[in-house]
T-cell receptor, first 110, second 112 residues
């Protein structure tokens, strides 16, 4: 079974803090994704990566950056957290056309 | 651009009732279509998929048929169980980028 692990289930951070969300997959997938999930809005793509050191903006990249130094690890960075970034964050990796998700990180910014 | 529209929830049913969750899409070309399920406290899991017109995806008693003429991919199950209570997401793949585009999700609540 594919395993996608997100390092934290719950995080509480203060406005202005730099926040790192970590994601690791164990299936040697090339493609990895970060989504945020909000009630009534479904899942929205923040960033994705097709290979090590490669990244592409998704639909809502503002206020976020990413890092992919190793194939198995894809990090989402909030440079200066704001209250409107309070959300559930979901990481995924993909075999062809099928996404495998982690359990999510619920981030609260106060 | 590509988009997915699914019925708003929550959908509330008694155990053993018939389930339909509607999903329609707008896309160029011929995308693959998916249903994902999210159980409480978990990430999303692939439930079923269909890759071309008239294909039927099925899993765990759920079915959905890729209808090109109506641009739909409705999810059905003949007899729901309490354990089916979850949020269901319809999605399509952007064939040029392999990204998935999701609907807003439909919460299903099944009562004994």
């Amino acid at each position: 079974d594919v395993k996608v692990t997100q390092s934290s289930r719950y995080l509480v951070k203060r406005t202005g803090e730099k926040v790192f969300l970590e994601c690791v997959q164990d299936m040697d997938h090339e493609n990895m994704f970060w989504y945020r999930q909000d009630p009534g809005l479904g899942l929205r793509l923040i960033y994705f990566s097709y290979d090590v050191k490669m990244k592409e903006k998704g639909d809502i990249p503002e206020g976020y950056s990413v890092s992919r130094e190793k194939k198995e690890r894809f990090s989402l960075i909030l440079e200066s957290a704001s209250t409107n970034q309070t959300s559930m964050y979901l990481c995924a990796s993909s075999s062809p056309s099928t996404l495998h998700f982690g359990n999510g990180t619920r981030l609260t910014v106060t | 651009g590509n988009s997915v529209t699914q019925m708003e929830g929550p959908v509330t049913l008694s155990e053993e009732a018939f389930l339909t969750i509607n999903c329609t899409y707008t896309a160029t070309g011929y995308p693959s279509l998916f249903w994902y399920v999210q159980y409480p406290g978990e990430g999303l899991q692939l439930l079923l998929k269909a890759t071309k017109a008239d294909d039927k995806g099925s899993n765990k008693g759920f079915e959905a048929t890729y209808r090109k003429e109506t641009t739909s991919f409705h999810l059905e199950k003949g007899s729901v169980q309490v354990s089916d209570s979850a949020v269901y997401f319809c999605a399509l793949s952007d064939i040029s980028t392999d990204k998935l585009i999701f609907g807003t999700g439909t919460r299903l609540q099944v009562f004994p």
